[in-house]
């Protein structure tokens, strides 16, 4: 399994941004898959998980109401939404693949990880 993120770069503080996730293999329709993010000299969070059909999502306080995760299970596609990005937002983008179909909240909830994509968020 494969996970390639994408969709990362430069905005103001306010701004949007949208990124995607692009999976092969089987695993991404049967599976929950989540984002997550690390900022320089942080370690890596929790940012939103999704389960396998789109039914269910869950976020981090830091970015509810303002950041939202959805699936294509046709494309094999992973998608964050990003609105109001503040400076704290900064960080590299990582999407992962989930042990189980609901997804999860903690790192050993996933078992596949992808190379992240940069967000800089600038005020």
């Known amino acids: 399994v494969q996970l390639q993120a994408s969709g990362g770069g430069s905005v103001q503080d306010g701004g949007s941004l949208r990124l995607s996730c692009k999976a092969s293999?089987?695993?991404?329709?049967?599976?929950?898959m989540g984002w997550y993010r690390q900022a320089p000299g942080k370690e890596r969070e929790f940012v939103a998980t999704i389960s396998w059909n789109g039914g269910r999502t869950y976020y981090a306080d830091s970015v509810k109401g303002r950041f939202g995760i959805s699936r294509d299970n046709a494309k094999n596609t992973l998608y964050l939404e990003m609105n109001s990005l503040r400076p704290e937002d900064t960080a590299i983008y990582s999407c992962?693949?989930?042990?189980?179909?609901?997804?999860?909240?903690?790192?050993?909830?996933?078992?596949?990880w992808g190379q992240g994509t940069l967000v800089t968020v600038s005020s």
């Open positions: 992962a693949a989930a042990r189980r179909a609901l997804g999860g909240t903690k790192q050993a909830d996933y078992r596949y």
């Open positions: 293999g089987r695993i991404f329709s049967n599976n929950g």
